[in-house]
């Protein structure tokens, strides 16, 4: 005897039709008022809020860990007698990891789940950031500590280059594509937080405590973040779906394995103007063009205040234009087009600039547009490939990260 359990929405198991047509026998059918079992795999409202805040925070701490070292590079080479050119190479060392692992990070997270890919590289990236002091002072020979430092910064880089891809699998998964644009919007703005705090909150640890104190504090966010969301969110959601499996959920366990196994159709997306659309790297430019434009620390301040509600609220509007009936591709157009034009128009003010208050509000609108990046190019992989969303960002971020 079959155990069958028919959903409220009739897309069961098995077919209602099979019954009508008698070929249904000696069976039991259960009906339930839930979800079907592919439903199961999208996250429920409260599910979707708690991942939401914990992949911010996870974003927040990832950008606050990358920007310490171009806070306080200063202050490190004065008292390392590093010159300009040694500054540089510390500096530029993260990008060169940063690009190795991108893809890596994607496939993993594709195959395995970005659940599991992201704790493992937020602890290596964790400990890392808290161990940069103590590495600038293993060798008492200066080049060798600047080489033991360029590799920890190399290091850094690779570990945090699983993180947007891994996020991104996890968010085209568990999301449907409609409210995708706002939720993904929501955890970018982690890098404009980030950034905010180190260059706030890092600044004042850096006068009062030196230098070592903002790599400590960080690191140590880093490390309870991935605590938290390892031993609290993952293994709610693990349990949930251990649950969902003993009342007969093999449909959706089967259909995940399924997913997993599916290579990427690298030929096909080689061949569609779509997909070496997204291999946009104006944001990496415009963003570091625009870092070592801000010497004071209200230029440090204010451009990336204005950006985080610009980055949110442009996410909000590409859900609502979806929902009202605008096609996905329009929507996306739209918001790279504010990005791009919005950038290259306040760029091309401030070079007109004649006063302090006029640069200052064309630089925080060119970063502003920047927000608008987060709804268009950032989300695209998951709408051109959203089961191998991961794979395919990891390959746009790398080359973005090039510049």
């Keep these: 005897m079959f155990v069958y359990t028919l959903y409220a ?18 069976c039991i059918l259960i009906k339930e008022n839930t979800t079907s079992p592919r439903d199961n795999r999208i996250w429920s409202k409260s599910e979707k809020k708690q991942w939401v805040v914990g992949l911010f925070s996870g974003t927040t701490f990832l950008y606050a860990a990358r920007t310490i070292m171009p806070l306080c590079v200063v202050a490190v080479s004065e008292e390392l007698h590093w010159d300009k050119t040694e500054s540089g190479m510390v500096l530029s060392a993260f990008f060169w990891g940063y690009c190795m692992t991108q893809f890596l990070g994607g496939y993993l997270s594709d195959r395995v789940g970005g659940d599991v890919v992201l704790p493992i590289a937020a602890c290596m990236w964790s400990l890392i950031t808290f161990w940069t002091p103590w590495v600038a002072y293993l060798s008492t ?19 945090q280059g699983f993180h947007y891809p891994g996020m991104t699998s ?3 998964r568990k999301v449907l594509e409609n409210q995708r644009s706002f939720t ?6 982690g890098s404009y937080v980030g950034t905010l705090l180190t260059g706030s909150l890092g600044s004042v640890m850096m006068d009062e405590y030196g230098w070592q104190m903002p790599f400590y504090c960080i690191g140590m966010l880093g490390i309870a973040w991935m605590l938290l969301m390892r031993y609290m969110l993952i293994a709610k959601q693990r349990g949930r779906n251990v649950g969902l499996s003993i009342y007969g959920d ?3 366990e089967k ?23 997204i291999f946009n790297m104006k944001d990496n430019i415009v963003n570091y063009f625009l870092c070592s434009l801000c010497k004071g620390w209200v230029f440090n301040v204010v451009p990336w205040v204005i950006t985080i509600p610009s980055s949110v609220g442009s996410g909000y509007l590409a859900d ?3 929902n009202s009936g605008f096609s996905v591709t329009f929507v ?35 970063v502003a547009c920047c927000g608008f990046h987060s709804s268009g190019i950032l989300v695209n992989p998951q709408d051109i490939a959203p089961r191998h969303a991961g794979s395919v960002f990891g390959i746009m971020n790398m080359a973005g990260a090039i510049p």
């Design 9 to 26: 929405n009739n897309m069961a198991v098995v077919s209602t039709d099979l019954l009508e047509e008698g070929q249904l026998k000696d």
């Design 141 to 159: 020979d200066k080049h060798m500590a600047l080489y033991i430092v360029v590799l920890s910064r190399v290091l850094l880089g690779a570990f």
């Design 170 to 172: 996890i968010i085209s």
């Design 184 to 189: 993904y919007s929501v955890v970018a703005a």
């Design 250 to 252: 093999s449909f959706n």
């Design 255 to 277: 259909t995940n394995k399924a997913e997993a196994k599916t290579s990427v159709p690298w030929l096909i997306l080689l061949t569609k103007p779509a997909f070496w659309c």
């Design 320 to 322: 609502v234009m979806i």
């Design 332 to 366: 996306r157009k739209f918001m790279e087009s504010v990005a791009l034009l919005g950038t290259a128009f306040f760029l091309f003010l401030i070079s007109f600039a004649s006063g302090y208050y006029m640069c200052l509000t064309c630089l925080a609108l060119a």
